[in-house]
C-alpha cells in the first residue's frame, strides 16, 4: 500500500493530547485497514502530522474520524525514503526505559482565570470573522505562556481561559509573560488592541471530570474580575508563598467578595519596567 502524511491545525494543541489521540488511532486501524507508522507534533504552530499506509485517503479519514474526530486538513502521498531523509524515522521510536520513580504531584495548585475585555462585543465591533480572529490571538498567546511554565489548561471559557499549576510562581511568572505578550500585540497592531484581565489564587481545589471546583477556584475568579485591564491581581496565599522570588508584588489592601466572609488581602503583581 502507498505511504501518505497528513497534515492536522488543532489549536492549543498539547504533546499529551497528540500522543493519546495516537494511541485512539492505533487501537483502530486494523478496521480501517490502514497503519499509522508515526507522527510528529509542533505545537508552537499548533500542527500534527501523521505518517500512514493506507490503501487510500478515504481509509484514513474515516480511521481518523472514528477514532478521535481529528480530520486532517490535508493528506498526500510520499516517498518513505524522502520522508526518512527529512524526518529521521519512519516508526515511532521505541519507548525508553527507565528506573526513576515518577512524581506524584500534590493536591495543591495555584489557580489563574484570564478574561478578554470587551469580548462579548468584539462581534458587534468587528464582526463574526474579525471576532473569531481576534479570540484565535488571546488563545494562542495565552497557552504559548503556559506551556513556557507548566500550565494545565483546565477549561476554556468562552472569553478566556482557566488554569492550573504545581508551582505558584510559575503561575505568577506565567501570567506577567502573558500580559507581556499581549503588550507586544497592541503595540506592534494598534488596531487589534487586546487587553486581559487575570486573577491568581492557590489551594486545595477538588476535581471531577477535568474541572476544578472549591474555595481557591472562586477567588481566582474574583480577582479576575475586579482586575483592571491589563492587570494580575493575585490573593496573599499567592504572594506569601513567592516570598523570595523577587517577584514585582505591591499591596492593595483587604477586598471583601462576594460569597467571602473575611476580608482578603490583594495584591497586584507590577510590570517587570515597574
Not at 121 to 131: I, L, N
Not at 142 to 169: C, P, Q, W, Y
Request: aromatic fraction near 6%; hydrophobic fraction near 40%.
Amino acid at each position: 500500500m502507498p505511504i501518505y502524511m497528513d497534515r492536522h491545525f488543532v489549536e492549543g494543541l498539547t504533546q499529551h493530547a497528540v500522543a493519546l489521540a495516537h494511541e485512539k488511532d492505533i487501537e483502530i486501524q486494523d478496521k480501517h485497514g490502514v497503519k499509522f507508522l508515526t507522527y510528529w507534533c509542533d505545537e508552537a504552530r499548533s500542527t500534527i502530522f501523521c505518517l500512514i499506509d493506507a490503501a487510500n485517503k478515504e481509509a484514513i479519514q474515516n480511521a481518523h474520524n472514528e477514532a478521535h474526530g481529528m480530520v486532517p486538513h490535508e493528506i498526500i502521498e510520499v516517498d518513505p525514503t524522502i520522508v526518512e531523509s527529512f524526518l529521521g524515522r519512519l516508526q515511532d521510536p521505541a519507548p525508553v526505559e527507565t528506573s526513576e520513580e515518577v512524581a506524584i504531584e500534590g493536591a495543591f495548585r495555584a489557580i489563574m482565570f484570564t478574561d478578554l475585555q470587551d469580548s462579548t462585543m468584539m462581534t458587534t465591533m468587528f464582526g463574526d470573522t474579525k471576532a473569531l480572529h481576534l479570540l484565535h490571538i488571546h488563545n494562542v498567546l495565552t497557552r504559548n505562556a503556559l506551556r513556557d511554565h507548566r500550565g494545565n489548561e483546565v477549561k476554556h471559557t468562552g472569553d478566556g481561559i482557566m488554569a492550573s499549576f504545581v508551582s505558584v510562581s510559575d503561575a505568577v511568572k506565567c501570567a506577567m509573560e502573558i500580559q507581556e505578550a499581549f503588550d507586544a500585540h497592541n503595540q506592534a497592531n494598534p488596531d487589534e488592541e487586546l487587553y486581559l484581565r487575570i486573577g491568581l489564587s492557590a489551594g486545595e481545589p477538588i476535581e471531577e471530570h477535568g474541572d476544578l471546583f472549591g474555595t481557591a477556584v472562586i477567588l481566582a475568579a474574583r480577582l479576575c474580575s475586579h482586575s483592571e485591564p491589563g492587570q494580575i491581581l493575585v490573593a496573599q496565599v499567592v504572594r506569601d508563598l513567592c516570598q523570595g522570588k523577587t517577584l514585582p508584588f505591591s499591596d492593595l489592601g483587604e477586598i471583601v467578595f462576594k460569597g467571602f466572609d473575611q476580608a482578603i488581602r490583594v495584591y497586584k503583581v507590577e510590570s517587570r519596567e515597574a
